[in-house]
């Protein structure tokens, strides 16, 4: 069994930059895709970011696209996610994911993950 924690979020202001990190404990990471997603007030879920199995296969949000970075180091089984040019629109409960079933590709559109995090609350202020 894979356990999730994601840690790196905090209070940054509109422009402002945050690096979340998700760290995997109990399995080699390496064998699931990895994702981000968020969750804002009075909102659903929403894909964010994925990362295939090296991390050399990124996907993005169109939200988020150009502003985010998702990057993985297998070597620590962590997976990190660099937000820039943070927006207001921005905050949000963020979730790191994992399937050993499923491809980063998929993530965007799948909302069963075989691994998901406890969160970590974003706030951008304006």
């Known amino acids: 069994q894979v356990q999730l924690v994601e840690s790196g979020g905090g209070l940054v202001q509109a422009g402002g930059s945050l690096r979340l990190s998700c760290a995997a404990s109990?399995?080699?990471?390496?064998?699931?895709?990895a994702g981000w997603f968020r969750q804002a007030p009075g909102k659903e879920r929403e894909f964010v970011a994925a990362?295939?199995?090296?991390?050399?296969?990124?996907y993005y949000a169109d939200s988020v696209r150009g502003r985010f970075t998702i990057t993985r180091d297998n070597a620590k089984n962590t997976v990190d996610l660099q937000m820039n040019s943070l927006k207001p629109e921005d905050t949000a409960v963020y979730y790191c994911?994992?399937?050993?079933?499923?491809?980063?590709?998929?993530?965007?559109?799948?909302?069963?993950?075989?691994?998901w995090g406890q969160g970590t609350q974003v706030t951008v202020s304006s």
């Open positions: 109990g399995r080699t990471f390496s064998n699931s895709a």
């Open positions: 990362a295939s199995r090296s991390g050399a296969i990124t």
């Open positions: 994911a994992g399937d050993q079933w499923t491809t980063a590709q998929a993530m965007r559109t799948l909302s069963h993950h075989e691994y």
